[in-house]
T-cell receptor, first 111, second 112 residues
Framework: KQEVTQIPAALSVPEGENLVLNCSFT??????LQWFRQDPGKGLTSLLL?????REQTSGRLNASLDKSSGRSTLYIAASQPGDSATYLC??????????FGQGTELSVKP | EADIYQTPRYLVIGTGKKITLECSQT?????MYWYQQDPGMELHLIHY???????EKGDLSSESTVSRIRTEHFPLTLESARPSHTSQYLC???????????FGQGTRLTVV
């Protein structure tokens, strides 16, 4: 059974710092991995989708990497801003679009 | 910006009431999903659909039911709400099973 773990559970950094969020999964037979952002009480906003054949994807200050064989993905946020404060979720897709989510990392960027 | 909408955003109802949570998408996606999320916890899949007249139960057991009569519409119904149903319900859609998933804003349900 696929399990997804995100470390750390919470992270607080000063504005301007670069940071890395980690995601690990137990079953490497995935089709893709998706990173989301969730603001309090809101839905999920898709940030990046990495297909299993890809190593990384970039969007603005965000860079996501995927090492399928070791069951790991990282989300790198450059030059963090207070507006980046949110919960970041990773989800793996290994069976017909049924996403398996981690518990998320709650990020706080202090001005 | 994803075109997937959920109504209502917030709902407080009494025990025993029947409710329907609405989810609509205008992207023509075949696949739609319902997830349940308790505060501070991960999302769990409770229902999914691969197209019209197709519905399946997800990994987390739920007393709710769904229907998919039209491609763009995937409502979730609770016949008799209970306090244990208090949670946030999130709807999602994707073009294919391995495509990017888009989520609605969620419905926060409170049963008193």
């Amino acid at each position: 059974k696929q399990e997804v773990t995100q470390i750390p559970a919470a992270l607080s950094v000063p504005e301007g710092e670069n940071l890395v969020l980690n995601c690990s999964f137990t079953d490497s037979a995935i089709y893709n991995l998706q990173w989301f952002r969730q603001d309090p009480g809101k839905g999920l906003t898709s940030l990046l989708l990495i297909q299993s054949s890809q190593r990384e994807q970039t969007s603005g200050r965000l860079n996501a990497s995927l090492d399928k064989s070791s069951g790991r993905s990282t989300l790198y946020i450059a030059a963090s801003q207070p507006g980046d404060s949110a919960t970041y979720l990773c989800a793996v897709n290994n069976q017909g679009g049924k996403l398996i989510f981690g518990q998320g990392t709650e990020l706080s960027v202090k001005p | 910006e994803a075109d997937i909408y959920q109504t209502p955003r917030y709902l407080v109802i009494g025990t025993g009431k029947k409710i329907t949570l609405e989810c609509s998408q205008t992207m023509g996606h075949d696949k739609m999903y319902w997830y349940q999320q308790d505060p501070g916890m991960e999302l769990h899949l409770i229902h999914y659909s691969y197209g019209v007249n197709s519905t399946e139960k997800g990994d987390l057991s739920s007393e709710s039911t769904v229907s998919r009569i039209r491609t763009e519409h995937f409502p979730l119904t609770l016949e008799s709400a209970r306090p244990s149903h208090t949670s946030q319900y999130l709807c999602a859609s994707s073009r294919g099973g391995y495509s990017e998933a888009f989520f609605g804003q969620g419905t926060r349900l409170t049963v008193v």
